[in-house]
């Protein structure tokens, strides 16, 4: 079980459209030193959903949110307000929580989501690359040695490396690369970095 202080839980739609965004919010955590959580990471169908998701967010310190809306659902603003609360309402072991909030476009969001005024989003416009920098620049001041990560062009390159990398490595494994799942994601990119990491010496 990874520590509280470098969990990252990602709230974000799980549909194929969007699925090279959340790779690519993965890839960037892994690579700055975290580990990614979230409901995917879980099989156990006999969990109550929303108990598995505030399970989630009690054990991360850091939240990665999207509020993308995905044909009308609201289950990312509501993640979003479960993580907010734990971090007001959870106590001295909660109140350290950090975040930052991601939507499609430029001020998309305030029509849904007036209450967050005061909160800098970031606008993805649907680009991985733009997922790989700003995630970085937010993760890498929090990492443990934070000289160590290089700046986005690296990242971004070496995802590229990765992506290339990754259906001969699912072939190897018989795995189908269309069903791999986000524990199969997170083992493919930690091994990946093993050999090819990111981190400066």
């Known amino acids: 079980?990874?520590?509280?202080?470098?969990?990252?839980?990602?709230?974000c739609p799980f549909t194929s459209n969007f699925k090279p965004l959340f790779d690519a919010m993965v890839f960037t955590t892994i690579g700055c030193g975290f580990t990614p959580r979230c409901t995917k990471e879980i099989n156990d169908v006999d969990d109550i959903r929303i108990t598995k998701i505030m399970t989630l967010i009690r054990e991360c310190k850091y939240g990665i949110h999207d509020v993308s809306l995905s044909n009308g659902r609201l289950n990312m603003p509501l993640e979003l307000g479960l993580f907010m609360g734990c971090k007001e309402y959870g106590g001295r072991s909660q109140a350290g929580k950090r975040c930052i909030v991601f939507e499609e476009k430029?001020?998309?969001?305030?029509?849904y989501l007036?209450?967050?005024?005061?909160?800098?989003?970031?606008a993805h416009n649907k680009k991985p690359n733009t997922i790989i920098?700003?995630?970085?620049e937010w993760l890498a001041p929090k990492a443990v040695d934070p000289n160590k990560i290089p700046h986005s062009p690296f990242f971004i390159q070496n995802y590229t490396d990765f992506q290339n990398f990754l259906p001969g490595y699912c072939a190897?494994?018989?795995?189908?690369?269309?069903?791999i799942s986000f524990n199969e994601y997170v083992l493919s990119v930690s091994n990946w970095l093993l050999t090819n990491p990111i981190q400066t010496p």
Not at 3 to 11: A, L, P, T, W
Not at 133 to 136: F, I, L
């Open 133 to 136: 920098k700003k995630v970085r």
């Open 1 to 11: 079980m990874p520590s509280f202080s470098e969990s990252v839980f990602i709230n």
């Open 114 to 122: 007036s209450d967050l005024g005061g909160q800098d989003m970031m």
């Open 172 to 179: 190897a494994k018989h795995w189908d690369i269309d069903e």
């Open 106 to 111: 430029d001020y998309k969001s305030k029509a």
